[in-house]
């Protein structure tokens, strides 16, 4: 995007959503929409990219085998069950799947600050593991004690906790994420109180100063491309 295009643009803020496994960052999307901030999930534009992108599929296909694709859809369990259990085969995936995403996620994010939004935000779990953070003015991390998560994430996911602490190990370690952060929305409790906690994030991040530009976008897509 040109420079003239740039300055029409007004202030903005980029923020980035990510939290450990079952800590409650969807929970926290939803309270960003309800406010009438647009979130982009990483997960969903992933889902969908794996779906209909012809170049990622047939990565995809070459590293791991057809089998991870039945009609043309992804077969999650199958390919769940081959990078979970194996450091280096998520990474192999990582490396596939980030680029691309991490790409489409700014273009989709461009687009909503050319139509109007001062604030966007974009949720994923890999925030920090792919080296994004630093493409967002400001990092909201969910965190819950581990046995919550643990809890949460294996009755989401139909599995069982011992292996949702297995995938959390494949992560940088919730405290670490917390450090990290410019804001923690701590979710031991109910609904209501993590609605309470995040509109007061959502409060501050409205009449907060950005630090990003879309240059720096720009340089962002060419990196994921």
């Known amino acids: ?67 991870v694709y039945t009609d043309g859809e992804l077969n999650r369990k199958a390919l769940a069950n081959l990078v979970f259990n194996d450091r280096e085969q998520l990474e192999k995936l990582n490396v596939i799947v980030h680029p691309r995403t991490i790409a489409e996620q700014g273009v989709r994010a461009k687009k909503l600050i050319e139509e109007g939004s001062r604030i966007v935000a974009c949720e994923a779990a890999l925030i920090f593991e792919s080296g994004g953070d630093e493409r967002f003015d400001y990092i909201v991390v969910v965190d819950a004690d581990p046995e919550i998560r643990y809890r949460r994430g294996a009755e989401r996911d139909g599995i069982d906790p011992e292996e949702v602490r297995k995938r959390d190990l494949m992560q940088i370690p919730a405290e670490e994420k917390v450090k990290r952060a410019d804001f923690v929305i701590t979710n031991n409790g109910s609904i209501e109180e993590l609605r309470e906690k995040t509109n007061i994030i959502v409060d501050l991040l409205k009449v907060l100063p950005p630090h990003h530009s879309l240059d720096e976008w720009d340089d962002m897509l060419e990196d994921g491309e």
Do not use: Q, W
């Open 1 to 67: 995007m040109n420079e003239a295009n740039n300055s029409n643009l007004g202030e903005y803020l980029l923020i980035g959503l990510t939290g450990s496994i079952g800590a409650g960052k969807s929970l926290v999307a939803d309270i960003f929409r309800e406010s009438g901030i647009p979130v982009l999930s990483a997960d969903a534009i992933a889902k969908e990219l794996m779906r209909d992108n012809a170049e990622m599929k047939s990565a995809i296909i070459a590293e791991f085998g057809s089998d």
